[in-house]
């Protein structure tokens, strides 16, 4: 269940399509749909069949009579053939077609149905063994499917370039670019701008230091140059 509500969104209630097949083999195992089911799959279930299912049993009499009670307790689903009812197995095909947009379960004891629905990605099959209902592993094309999902290979990159134009178009991606301007406006000042300014403040700092030295040093000279001045008058 985890599998089919993570990669293919299926969500509560449960919509479960069932065959005659299955109800024939539920009667005959003493199993409690109604009851049970919802347990198994821990979620609501809303259980379905069709127009197409229900003539069907009623043309295959009393053999099947009991199925057809059971069936007729459950909801019935709009198929396309109103006028022309078609088998169960082609009702039922024809109720997932399209991606099974509706997220129908298959519930079904026909062999050669359950191996066609294994054919569609993303078809919970449930069918019963002796008295036990149980859920199918996700099929090969299930699992396929999941995997070109992940690795982003079910859209043409003709649809990718397609997705970037209409995001130019309604303005998608000029908004993105602003939000990351901004964001850079945001932020410090560049620490390298911080360096050179601090280091033009060092090297004027230095310059009144190295100006005082000559000073003193001058002073200096000239001061000695007065006193050898003053020495020599005083001998004259």
Do not use: W
């Not at 996700?138 to 999902?149: E, I, M």
């Not at 939000?179 to 000042?189: D, F, L, Q, S, V």
């Amino acid at each position: 269940m985890g599998f089919y509500k993570h990669n293919f969104h299926f969500r509560e209630p449960f919509q479960v399509l069932l065959d005659g097949t299955f109800c024939q083999a539920a009667l005959r195992n003493k199993i409690q749909i109604r009851e049970q089911l919802p347990g198994y799959l821990g979620g609501a279930v809303q259980f379905c069949t069709t127009r197409c299912v229900l003539k069907e049993l009623e043309s295959l009499g009393k053999a099947l009579y009991g199925a057809k009670l059971i069936a007729q307790r459950f909801e019935v689903r709009n198929c396309s053939h109103h006028k022309d009812p078609v088998s169960g197995s082609v009702c039922l095909l024809s109720m997932i077609e399209d991606g099974n947009p509706h997220h129908f379960f298959i519930a079904t004891q026909d062999q050669d149905l359950a191996n066609k629905v294994k054919r569609k990605a993303g078809i919970p099959l449930l069918f019963i063994i002796q008295n036990t209902m149980v859920l199918d592993k996700p099929s090969p094309k299930s699992l396929a499917f999941v995997q070109k999902l992940q690795m982003n290979q079910l859209v043409p990159e003709h649809q990718k370039q397609s997705i970037v134009e209409l995001k130019e178009k309604e303005g998608l991606v000029k908004q993105e670019g602003e939000k990351r301007r901004k964001r850079k406006r945001a932020g410090g000042p560049n620490p390298l701008s911080c360096l050179k300014k601090k280091k033009k403040k060092t090297q004027e700092g230095q310059e009144p230091s190295a100006e005082k030295k000559k000073r003193r040093k001058r002073k200096r000279i000239r001061v000695k140059a007065e006193a050898v001045q003053s020495v020599q008058n005083e001998e004259e």
